[in-house]
């Protein structure tokens, strides 16, 4: 039986212009005698009455008497609405058979294929749905493929199949990079880094101005794939598409490169001033920093190109200008854009905002009962009150007080193990050791695959030099669920390092601070280099760090230790 099964993308779905079926469904009576005319009615009949399987066996029976493609198309929609995926690609082959250049027919045959998991039989269907199209909509379809096999089981499979359908695709001009970038994706999809790596090149050198290669490499660095970077390096210029450059800088932003992604954004707004969406994230960068004077600026550039405008982003950057007016104690101005924002899905925002308002005068009982009149109705509204409340109380360091109150929530929802987590962490903040193992201990229970569990618990026990061979292990089976987390990469940098293996905590650290320019992995990495004497190299890390991270705990407490 079929489980479900989803229409293909709308931008996939060209009409067949060909077929009748393209048309609104009109039963053409050029063939219609009493006979059929009969079947479709007892077919209709037996489908309102609720027999999907005698309405689906009249209606194609009158399909193959009449040639109506648009009956073809009637009788499999009754199929795939009972979920009979088995009579439903019967009908799609019956009517391809009967129309075997109807681009409608042949569309049917595939996504049903792929939506019963038989991928292999759907090779040939796959490359006629890009045969029987225009020329000049072939690209747009090939650019769709990922989109119809997202949902397939195997994907290496996916991935082998839409390679071998593209094979006449490959080497031409008008589709050649679109076929390789389609082949990348399917490969990423199938977790194939490496060979996605080299379909990049292969579609630059049939168009060497394509933007969908650049898109897939910016996907590769996204997921860690450091080797993509001087490919996007090679093409991005100031006159490349402003959207590629903006996905470039959330990358680097996500891979915590703020200073590369600074840099890229300012270039950005230079060449292209009128392309509001880049100051509204060099803006929300420059708060990240620190840099109120700089934040302002781009934020008020932004709500100047979007005023006439109903775009719910503005309430982000009033948001940020009422946290910058706060930070310099101007009360009014900070309540004055606030005010500003009426989107209902705000609110919550603009609630939490007046909380930190209230917190950073002192008055944090204010602040937190503010917070507890959010609305608490459905699930994802207590997870935003909860968050907030924490946040607010590990911004002013008081940890007890967050350990209190996650606890206090784990207990309502115990079955919740990333609540537990959290209260594992909180507990470890405060110095309860026994506790956040005993809590990690039975997360791992309850889900052996949680890998957070197994590193949260391998880097404490490391941090701590306690048990280092334990935490290892812990930390090195964090790594088979999660071989390419720059994080628990550092963690296992880190337990070498506490175990006197300096040389290969360096190459290990080193590899995660190239993935991810985290201010954590920075401050180990430099503490190793720092240990072997290279101390100028130690610096620089640091003094990076310290430039997108200033109030970072971990470096701040590290360069203390260290004098």
Do not use: C
């Not at 090939?142 to 359908?165: M, R, S």
């Not at 309430?315 to 500003?340: C, D, P, R």
Request: glycine share 4%; no cysteine.
């Amino acid at each position: 039986m079929l489980t479900g099964i989803s229409l293909l993308p709308a931008y996939a779905q060209v009409p067949d212009k060909d077929s009748s079926a393209a048309k609104p469904e009109v039963i053409s009576n050029s063939n219609l005698n009493a006979d059929t005319a009969l079947l479709i009615m007892l077919g209709e009949l037996q489908a309102a009455q609720g027999d999907p399987g005698a309405a689906y066996s009249l209606l194609l029976d009158a399909a193959r008497k009449t040639g109506d493609q648009s009956l073809y198309k009637r009788a499999i929609d009754v199929a795939l609405n009972s979920r009979n995926g088995t009579a439903a690609l019967d009908g799609a082959k019956a009517w391809k058979k009967a129309f075997p250049l109807s681009r409608d027919a042949n569309r049917y045959v595939l996504q049903i294929l792929v939506a019963l998991n038989q991928l292999a039989e759907s090779l040939m269907p796959l490359r006629s749905y890009v045969q029987l199209a225009p020329e000049a909509e072939q690209v747009l379809l090939i650019n769709g493929l990922p989109q119809i096999f997202a949902q397939a089981k195997d994907q290496e499979l996916a991935a082998a199949v839409v390679e071998q359908a593209l094979v006449p695709f490959v080497d031409k001009p008008a589709t050649g990079a679109a076929s390789w970038t389609t082949i990348g994706r399917m490969r990423v999809a199938a977790k194939k880094l490496p060979g996605a790596l080299e379909t990049i090149d292969k579609a630059f050198a049939i168009d060497p101005k394509a933007i969908e290669p650049g898109f897939l490499a910016l996907e590769l660095l996204s997921l860690g794939m450091t080797e993509a970077e001087p490919v996007l390096k090679r093409i991005l210029t100031p006159d490349s598409p402003p959207t590629m450059r903006l996905t470039y800088a959330r990358v680097l932003i996500d891979a915590q490169r703020l200073l590369d992604a600074s840099e890229l954004l300012q270039s950005l707004n230079k060449s292209h001033p009128v392309f509001s969406e880049a100051w509204l994230v060099q803006g929300a960068l420059w708060v990240e920093l620190g840099k109120d004077t700089e934040a302002q600026q781009s934020l008020l550039r932004y709500i100047e190109l979007e005023k006439n405008k109903e775009d719910a982003r503005l309430s982000q950057a009033y948001l940020m200008l009422s946290k910058i007016a706060n930070n310099q104690k101007k009360t009014a101005e900070a309540e004055s854009w606030l005010n500003k924002i009426d989107d209902p899905e705000s609110l919550a925002q603009v609630q939490i905002q007046r909380a930190n308002m209230l917190a950073s005068r002192g008055e944090m009982a204010k602040a937190r009962a503010l917070l507890a009149d959010l609305p608490q109705n459905t699930p994802q509204e207590k997870r935003v009150r909860l968050q907030a409340e924490l946040q607010l109380l590990r911004d002013y360091k008081m940890y007890e007080a967050a350990y209190q109150v996650l606890t206090k929530a784990s207990k309502a929802e115990p079955e919740d193990l990333d609540l537990r987590y959290e209260v594992a962490m909180a507990a470890e903040k405060i110095n309860r050791i026994d506790e956040m193992e005993k809590l990690l201990r039975s997360i791992i229970e309850a889900n052996p695959e949680f890998q957070h569990a197994y590193n949260a618990l391998g880097y404490a026990l490391a941090d701590r030099n306690m048990r280092l061979p334990e935490a290892r292990a812990l930390i090195v089976k964090a790594l088979e669920f999660a071989p390419e987390d720059p994080m628990i990469t550092d963690s296992l940098g880190w337990v070498e390092f506490r175990m006197g293996n300096k040389q290969a905590a360096l190459a290990i650290l080193q590899r995660a601070y190239d993935t991810k320019n985290d201010p954590e992995i920075a401050t180990h990495l430099g503490e190793v280099h720092w240990s072997l004497g290279l101390k100028d190299k130690a610096m620089k890390i640091w003094r990076d760090a310290l430039k997108s991270n200033p109030k970072n705990d971990l470096l701040q407490e590290t360069l203390k230790r260290l004098k």
